[in-house]
């Protein structure tokens, strides 16, 4: 009798392991199962799949290198993958003239928050409505201090207004807009930023430097939205601009656009970048539609702001 009992035990101990290692397949598929129902069911786009470029989808390879808006190297991912969207906030809507507009997607689009070197396209503005482009500008040490691009412009050298443009719009120059606020005065410069902000009706919009280093400047996708339609409608120049791939000076090099995604599509209208450890990704693109119009699309705050704005242009198709 007592040789049955510890059989008995024996053959109970040796099934333990065996039920504990059970349950814990039960319960660690059951967590994956729960977990990929929250990740699918968290955005409006996640399932949304990037295809082959062909007539319904962009797939965009990243420049070996990029740099922020600090002139800090990044690191971008290689290539188009599916995952979810991965932003703060994002808004995407239709422009055509005599027409009501068509919001096509939005998500949290009326959060402030700060926009890095999206500043730059009311920097623009600014200049375009109150400098001549032919102007020489000197570029002086307080402007050879912002944070450098990979190929800037230096102290001593003298450009024009048009010039500075170009390259404060290709390649997101920090010392180029500097040097440009300065003709005015950088004090007087910021305040007719905001000035034309509250004029144009971007009330979530406020603008601390011309630049977009510092935290304060912030903004809406709603209202950079905005933005964006007046500049199409009334500055060609910057549309012009914005959508250079390279733009070369015989004292400064060839410097190559912010934006890798124009490598990928034939019909944008406006482009602008924009990247800081506090902001993130941040990018606004215009393309122009067969129908005479626009789809204005922003991302702000992403982790990946070319894949973002990747999905949201593929989710038009």
Known sequence: MEDKTKIAKGILLSL??????????????????????????????????????GDAGITGQANEKEYSDTGEEMTQ???????????????????????QSEILFEKAS????????????MSAVICLQNYDLQQKVLVSKEADSMPPMHTDIKEGQTYSVGELLNIMLVESSNKAVYALSEIMGPDEFVLAMNDKATELGLKN??????TGLSQSNI???????????????????????TTKRTYSLPDLGEISNTNKMLDELY????????????????LLMALATPDGGYNINVVLGADDRFLEMEKIINSQQ
């Open 219 to 241: 903004s809406t996708a709603q209202d950079l939205a905005l933005l964006a339609e007046y500049i199409i409608n009334n500055f060609p120049e910057i549309s012009q601009m």
């Open 110 to 121: 009326d959060v402030k928050l700060p926009i890095a070197s999206l500043t730059k396209l």
């Open 16 to 53: 333990i392991p065996l039920f504990v290692f059970s349950c814990f397949v039960f319960v660690t598929g059951f967590y994956f199962s729960e977990f990929s129902t929250a990740i699918d069911g968290n955005s409006t786009l996640a399932a949304l799949t990037i295809q082959g470029r």
């Open 77 to 99: 991912s290689q290539g188009v993958s599916e995952k979810e969207l991965e932003l703060k906030s994002a808004f995407s809507i239709k422009i055509k003239q005599g027409l």
């Open 267 to 282: 019909n944008v209208a406006l482009s602008k970048t924009g990247f800081t450890n506090y902001a993130n990704g941040c």
């Open 205 to 210: 919009s406020f603008f601390a430097d011309p």
